[in-house]
């Protein structure tokens, strides 16, 4: 079944994605770039075509707040932030997923202040990697669009009623216009049926206490059982996108696609629309006859453990590309990445590659001298673990 | 409507087996208030003594539904289960936010004022101890002047708290908020009719209810209620009414019992000097003169 095609841009794509979700209760606050989302749900809400409550909140953290009331009824929520807005609401998302409310944000990355800045790096969505919230990063506006409707499925999945947040690079992906098929209502009211009322919900027919305290002698295991739920849902992650495929015709292969890895002898790590980059320099690079393969790394939390493993058997060189700063030490993926490859006992030599803080380019000359420098590594040179890709200044 | 009191309440409870010390005037309101409200009521409570007393897994105080909400998001979480269980078609429920003094009027302050703007149909209860209980009996923008509190000491230097209460009741009317009103545990009858009222008003209502604490104020704990009348019957606490753009008094007695009377009984106030208790005095008798000239047709 395939929809009608239309050229829009990718925060508008993230607000057809959620009127084909269907949600009861939409509660957000403006933040550039994320604005265009919220302006277009609330002409969707005025002009019916989507039935739910628009909630006119007076701050990231009542957007979040409220949505969390909803969903404790049993109510599909929906809200959308970026950056100061992300922060600002922080103490609501583990608040959220302790409570284990099936709520699907979509956060337009971008840089944190101070200095002030509204364009794309992923910083944001880092600070809140260990919120219990699953964590997407998406390409395109087609996977912004349809991500809205797998998120909702996922999370509403009763094994794993967890909130999910999509992250859509700030402008380089939210202001930029694409060919976008729009899904037919029909399919996505197949696919994601009406919510059921959730197990936890607060009802009249089974009255209920949430968001409850738990003391030293059960507060442990609330956490494991949370902690171990998020890790199980890695299947459902591709079980998911594997159903959206069987509807909808294309899918995304799951927590992680991996690029041109089989025979790669060095192999770059990328989240967001930066991949798109890179698939053009993994292409060129193969037809001079360089065995580089790419990895676009969808999921951070649940950290895909064991498909990177497999992806990256016999890869003798990794680059984390992370739009992150972690001061003090490096850039989160890579940490990630490094304590991933521990885990499946491998040792490829690796470097860890920060660029496009602020909304600064990563060109693809930029991608090229990063495969360059992994194949330095390989011939032995003694590089720093991590590089600075396109920096100004020294340091 | 029939009136409510004790003998025309039912004898259902949906708010008991808390931890709340003994004496608690806060628990005692919200007793009350679920009683008029009934078992299709949904509550919402912020972190504070309510919420910590209440919710100690696997114990849990309310019948009825009930989450702890952020501490700052008591109007904008009970905004969202209405508009959820609104938007699911559940008919016949109430949503109530109750939150303390620090809850509503300094962190929650933003999210309730979010609530009144878009008059969604909840009921919010201000419980009003005059400090942050729970994490110690610290001040807040409710503690009233010459108030001794552990963020606010009685010194060579100060009186302890140097600031007058918010009014927190006139700030909630400026919204044009469906109906607004004041009461106390010492006047529960009062307080009962006004948590009916503010069951059948559509839109938001707000009730700031006076609470009296006996361990955060030192007192014994029986004497909760007279306390919570004697603030009232000495004028530093007042009974009033916002509905349809009119303020109105409940109560205007023609004679105040002495304000020393109600403050030395509390340890917070016992550092108190004449001087300082005329100077409590005068503001009350400027604030009466206010109500009465400006609330009285
Ligand atoms: C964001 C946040 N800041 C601070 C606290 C700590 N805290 C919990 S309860 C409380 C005091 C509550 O005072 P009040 O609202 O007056 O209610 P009471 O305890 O007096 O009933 C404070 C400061 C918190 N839980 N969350
Ligand atoms: S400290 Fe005060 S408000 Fe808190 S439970 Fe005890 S009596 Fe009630
Ligand atoms: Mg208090």
């Known amino acids: 079944m395939s929809g009608v095609k239309r050229f829009i841009c990718g925060d508008e794509a993230v607000a057809e994605g959620v009127r084909l979700a269907r949600p009861h209760v939409v509660s957000a606050y403006p933040i550039t770039p994320q604005t265009i989302v919220v302006e277009r749900l609330s002409e969707y809400v005025e002009e019916g075509s989507l039935k739910a409550r628009y909630m006119h909140v007076e701050s990231e953290h009542s957007a979040m707040s409220c949505a969390i009331g909803a969903s404790s009824v049993g109510a599909r929520a929906f809200t959308a932030t970026s950056s100061q807005g992300l922060l600002y609401m922080a103490e609501t998302l583990p608040y959220a997923s302790g409570a284990r409310l099936p709520i699907v944000m979509m956060n337009a990355n971008r840089s944190i202040a101070t200095p002030w800045n509204i364009y794309g790096d992923q910083m944001d969505a880092m600070f809140l990697l260990n919120s219990g919230w699953i964590q997407y990063y998406v390409e395109d506006a087609q996977e912004a669009l349809d991500m809205m409707i797998q998120g909702y499925r996922l999370a509403e999945d009763p094994e794993v009623m967890t909130p999910v947040m999509i992250n859509v690079d700030g402008f380089v992906l939210t202001h930029t216009y694409e060919l976008v098929e729009i899904p037919l209502q029909e399919a996505v009211d197949g696919f994601l049926p009406p919510l059921k009322m959730p197990l936890n919900s607060m009802s009249l027919e089974s009255p209920k206490s949430l968001c409850i305290s738990a003391g030293n002698d059960t507060n442990m295991e609330f956490n494991m059982k949370q902690h171990f739920d998020m890790l199980r849902s890695a299947s459902a992650i591709e079980a998911v996108d594997r159903a959206f495929g069987e509807t909808f015709g294309r899918t995304y292969h799951g927590a992680l696609e991996a690029i041109d890895t089989e025979d790669a002898r060095v192999v770059l790590i990328t989240a967001g629309t930066v991949t798109g980059t890179a698939r053009g320099v993994v292409k060129a690079l193969r037809a001079a006859g360089k065995k580089v393969g790419l990895i676009k790394l969808r999921v951070l939390r649940p950290f895909p453990v064991q498909r990177l493993i497999e992806a990256l058997k016999g890869v003798e060189a990794v680059g984390v590309l992370d739009k992150n700063i972690s001061f003090g030490y490096e850039g989160t993926i890579f940490t990630n990445v490094n304590s991933a490859l521990m885990a499946g006992q491998m040792s490829p030599k690796t470097l860890g590659f920060i660029g496009g803080i602020g909304g600064r380019d990563i060109t693809k000359a930029n991608l090229e001298e990063a495969y360059g420098k992994l194949f330095e590594v390989l011939e032995g040179a003694d590089l720093d673990r991590v590089q600075y890709l396109n920096v100004r200044c020294d340091y | ?297």
């Open chain 2, 1 to 297: 409507m029939v009136k409510l009191n004790a003998k025309t309440l039912h004898n259902e409870e949906y708010f008991y087996g808390h931890k709340a010390c003994g004496g608690c005037g806060e628990s005692l309101a919200l007793r009350h208030a679920m009683k008029v409200l009934g078992p299709n009521t949904f509550a919402a409570l912020p972190a504070g003594c309510m919420a910590a007393v209440s919710f100690i897994y696997p114990n849990m105080a309310f019948t009825t539904n009930a989450m702890i909400t952020p501490f700052a998001a008591t109007g904008a979480v009970a905004s969202g289960i209405a508009a959820g269980l609104e938007a699911l078609g559940i008919d016949g429920t109430q949503t109530i936010g109750i939150a303390g003094d620090g809850g509503t009027a300094d962190i929650g302050f933003q999210a309730l004022s979010g609530a009144i703007d878009r008059n969604d149909d909840i009921i919010y209860l201000a419980t009003d101890n005059e400090a942050y209980m729970n994490t110690g009996i610290q001040k807040s923008g409710l503690t009233p002047y010459g108030t001794r509190t552990t963020t606010s000491p009685a010194g060579k230097n100060l009186p302890g708290s140097v600031n007058q209460k918010k009014n927190m009741f006139e700030i909630v009317a400026a919204h044009g908020i469906a109906y607004a009103a004041t009461a106390s545990v010492g006047y529960l009858e009062d307080f009962l009719a006004k948590v009916a009222k503010a069951k059948e008003t559509r839109g938001t209502s707000y009730i700031h209810v006076f609470v009296p604490c006996p361990t955060g104020w030192g007192y014994p704990a029986h004497k909760t209620v007279s306390l919570a009348k004697a603030a009232v019957d000495s004028g530093l606490w007042y009974l009033a009414e916002y509905e349809k753009g009119a303020f109105k008094l409940n109560r205007n007695p023609g004679s105040f019992t002495p304000v020393a009377d109600y403050l030395k009984a509390q340890s917070r106030f016992r550092h108190l000097t004449e001087e300082d208790i005329s100077r409590i005095e005068a503001a009350r008798d400027a604030k009466w003169e206010n109500m009465r000239r400006q609330w009285q047709g």
